[in-house]
């Protein structure tokens, strides 16, 4: 499973890059604002850190608009994916972004596994489905997940489903035993994947011994 970093910190990508281990980032409008930097500015120096995908949000309402705007947005840099929401509108779009303007799309705010496998129909590279909104208002987001997966493998769509908004470690199981292609997560839950307290005991232990090894 891959692992994208949801987030517009600069710094956060660039300290977790280091490990090697992430493989693109998603954005939204509410972590660029959170920057007070330029729309622009941001999202150029992201795309510059990482080299997998980036996910940039068209906030357009008409099929027409979300194809300008996401021409435009594309150009920022060739790793820019661009996120679609999950309407009628949207999904028109899709195709023609697609396969006439060779522009990748993400369908974002999917929340129904129809919905998922319209935006598979539609041809989205991507298709992310929020888990954090579900679990909020009592849906049983696993279920949603794996649903998607069986629809993808059902069908023999080329859609990756990203699973967004990641908040928890048993998000992070649901989607490994899912078979879910990429997981979204803000960079705090990234490296908390690397702890764990009997790792801690375990390594602490080991140094007291070795400073009671002859040497």
């Excluded at 008409?62 to 996120?83: F, G, Q, Y």
């Excluded at 998000?171 to 997981?183: E, S, W």
Aim: net charge negative; glycine share 4%.
């Amino acid at each position: 499973m891959k692992i994208f970093l949801d987030t517009g910190d600069v710094e956060a990508i660039r300290k977790a890059c280091d490990t090697d281990l992430i493989d693109g980032v998603t954005t939204n409008p509410s972590h660029i604002a959170q920057t007070k930097r330029k729309f622009g500015d941001v999202v150029e120096e992201i795309c510059s850190i990482v080299p997998g995908p980036v996910s940039v949000e068209a906030v357009s309402e008409t099929t027409e608009k979300l194809i300008e705007d996401a021409v435009r947005l594309a150009s920022i840099a060739p790793n820019v994916v661009i996120k679609i929401p999950m309407t009628v509108e949207g999904l028109r779009a899709v195709p023609i972004l697609e396969e006439q303007k060779n522009v990748k799309t993400n369908v974002t705010m999917i929340f129904s596994s129809t919905q998922s496998f319209l935006a598979m129909k539609a041809g989205a590279s991507f298709v992310s489905i929020v888990l954090s909104r579900l679990d909020a208002v009592a849906n049983e987001s696993d279920i949603l997940v794996e649903d998607a997966a069986i629809i993808r493998n059902n069908y023999g769509f080329d859609s990756e489903i990203i699973a967004g908004s990641i908040k928890t470690q048993n998000h992070i199981l649901t989607c490994l035993r899912a078979g879910v292609d990429i997981a979204t997560m803000n960079p705090d839950l990234f490296f908390q994947m690397f702890k764990h307290p009997l790792t801690d005991a375990g390594l602490a232990q080991f140094a007291r011994d070795w400073e009671n090894v002859p040497k």
